[in-house]
């Protein structure tokens, strides 16, 4: 295998053995980015002398009996994360020259375990997106299907993991931006508990949705990088002081004396017979290694999350994104004498259609004589949304659906009718509603075409939902399948 094409805990094994070093392993994947870069587009910002230098630091490490499973090993970011002294644009027009002074939770935690930066991920703008056609720069492509969309708006994080650019990779998830490119792309994609990672240096959407987690190859890597990333800080207001497992001890083959749930209402009218018949598959792997399955689960509230989200999420964007005014950073427009036309033409060429878009449904929104009838009506939906969780977890150990209902989409096929491409999240928003955790796996390929399957937990359940993905992923090679780029 080389070295680009190794998880997580295969290179941790070679650099402890010293039989692979740090800068052999960051060389391969900086030749790898280089060369698929100009058919991928994964990548807003390479840092390729960062990385080396960083990779030499993690071999003294490692020379010196200190290595971390993630010391040495390359990570992309994803470009909403602010990464002291490396731009962090949130692949908008608006911040295409903003480099942060100082580095998100996160990436202080990585970098304490001496990870290797390579680079930061290519996305929908402020992640507002399913399809990472969105960014200000450029659309990047599925490493599956050239002409095909990634998913969004984590589409570079998860296309860097899939074409072996990163061995890693970090994500935002606020209604589905982990999970369904990684469904998309064939990688495992984890969205935590709200307040399990902490948001700080999180550039923000919507507050109460968004959650940083992680891309990998495979399960096992997903916990490694759970457990570097997750715990509380103190400079989040929203992160929760709950223990924090080693999430690497839960990931047994043995499903015996778990139950686990189907929603209904996850399967939902026009959902591709492809789609259908893989998920109904893995269910029953499930049931074969020693799951007891409940395929008549409702959730009856799931159909209006959707019109929930698209109420909730734009009105905290429109206050998030207010900020943007050409005064304090970022872009700014000085062709006028008057203030009040600056911050109008500041916004109008700074921010692009999608996200002016939605920063109108969500002034809409919270409009006066609208409050009441939309966003405070929202908010109870998510409450009952919130309470089915609740409920069924109270009967089952994790609920099963899939991470999409489609294979991924041409590129363009959806960019004229937004409320299609809102449809791609379907089954992942009402998770970010209810503030659960949830992650995707590969699950199968219909034409060739990737297809996710998404296991959900309750809060802080992160190890009942890794347990089971790990010996699904067991159980089938599909992980194990690469993208023939």
Request: hydrophobic share 40%.
């Amino acid at each position: 295998m080389i070295p680009p094409q190794l998880t997580i805990h295969e290179a941790h094994r070679l650099l402890k053995a010293r039989k692979l070093s740090s800068v052999e392993l960051t060389k391969a994947c900086l030749e790898r980015t280089k060369e698929l870069e100009p058919k991928l587009k994964a990548l807003v910002t390479v840092t390729g002398e960062l990385a080396s230098s960083q990779a030499e630091k993690a071999d003294q490490r490692l020379a010196g009996g200190k290595g971390h499973p993630l010391t040495g090993v390359p990570v992309v970011i994803k470009d909403v994360i602010c990464t002291k002294g490396v731009p962090t644009t949130c692949s908008s027009r608006m911040l295409e020259n903003f480099i942060p002074p100082y580095d998100a939770t996160v990436m202080e935690k990585l970098n304490a375990c001496g990870a290797v930066i390579m680079g930061k991920a290519n996305m929908d703008e402020f992640a507002m997106g399913s399809s990472t056609e969105h960014s200000a720069f450029f659309p990047t492509h599925n490493p599956w299907d050239l002409s095909r969309v990634p998913g969004g708006s984590s589409g570079g994080s998860a296309v860097a993991v899939a074409a072996d650019e990163g061995i890693y990779a970090l994500g935002s998830d606020t209604g589905g931006s982990i999970r369904q490119p990684a469904g998309f792309c064939s990688v495992v994609g984890m969205k935590p508990t709200y307040g399990r990672v902490s948001r700080y240096g999180l550039v923000a959407f919507a507050s109460s949705l968004d959650q940083i987690g992680p891309l990998t190859k495979d399960v096992t890597d997903c916990a490694i990088v759970l457990n570097a990333i997750a715990g509380y800080d103190n400079r989040d207001s929203t992160s929760v002081p709950e223990p924090t497992p080693d999430y690497t001890r839960c990931l047994t083959s043995d499903l015996k004396g778990l139950t686990l749930g189907v929603p209904r209402e996850y399967f939902v009218e026009g959902m591709q017979a492809g789609v259908k018949t893989a998920l109904q598959a893995a269910i029953k792997k499930l049931e074969e290694l020693g799951a007891k399955i409940d395929w008549e689960v409702s959730l009856p509230s799931t159909p209006y999350a959707l019109a929930a989200y698209y109420i909730i999420a734009p009105s905290e964007a429109s206050a998030n994104l207010a900020r943007y005014d050409g005064v304090k950073y970022g872009f700014s427009y000085t062709d006028t004498d008057s203030m009040w036309e600056a911050m109008e033409k500041t916004r109008q060429f700074g921010f692009g259609d999608e996200v002016k878009r939605r920063i109108m449904l969500g002034t809409y929104a919270l409009s006066a004589g609208y409050y009441d009838a939309y966003y405070l009506k929202a908010q109870k939906v998510r409450t009952l949304i919130r309470r089915e969780f609740d409920q069924a977890f109270t009967k089952y150990d994790a609920l099963i659906t899939p991470t999409s209902p489609t294979v991924p989409f041409k590129i363009g096929e959806k960019l004229d009718d937004p409320l299609q491409m809102y449809l791609s999240d379907v089954c992942t928003l009402p998770i970010n509603i209810a503030g659960v955790p949830a992650i995707s796996i590969p699950a199968g390929f219909d034409d060739g075409l990737p297809i996710g399957m998404q296991v959900i937990g309750k809060p802080f359940g992160e190890e009942a939902i890794l347990k089971v993905a790990y010996a699904y992923e067991q159980a089938t090679e599909w992980h194990k399948q690469r993208a023939g780029i």
